[in-house]
């Protein structure tokens, strides 16, 4: 098993930047594809940003292509998330997420959840 854990999730103005991590214990997370999603209340939980176990490739939501950046750093068992040029509309809580298979835009494709972390934006 592999446990995650997000931080830098915090309260910005709109056109502001943030970077969340992700940091993993237990397995070495070079094992798995990493994703970033996230859940705006009463609103189902939806894709942001994925990579594979290299880093070498990456996949983006429309809604953040160009804003948002995927990266790891398996030395540090860490994914990170920049977010730049925020929106009110990217407020959110951000979920990263482990999956052992092939990359994917599915949540159910993920195995490992950490606990998430708050992202507001404000306008």
């Known amino acids: 098993q592999v446990q995650l854990v997000e931080s830098g999730g915090e309260l910005v103005q709109a056109g502001g930047s943030l970077r969340l991590s992700c940091a993993a214990s237990?397995?070495?997370?070079?094992?798995?594809?990493m994703g970033w999603f996230r859940q705006a209340p009463g609103k189902e939980r939806e894709f942001v940003a994925t990579?594979?176990?290299?880093?070498?490739?990456?996949d983006y939501a429309d809604s953040v292509k160009g804003r948002f950046t995927i990266s790891r750093d398996n030395t540090k068992n860490t994914v990170y998330l920049q977010m730049n040029n925020l929106k009110p509309e990217d407020t959110a809580v951000y979920y990263c997420?482990?999956?052992?298979?092939?990359?994917?835009?599915?949540?159910?494709?993920?195995?490992?959840w950490g606990q998430g972390t708050q992202v507001t934006v404000s306008s």
């Open positions: 997420a482990a999956d052992p298979g092939l990359l994917s835009v599915l949540p159910s494709q993920y195995d490992y």
């Open positions: 237990g397995r070495t997370l070079s094992r798995y594809v």
């Open positions: 990579i594979s176990r290299s880093g070498g490739r990456t």
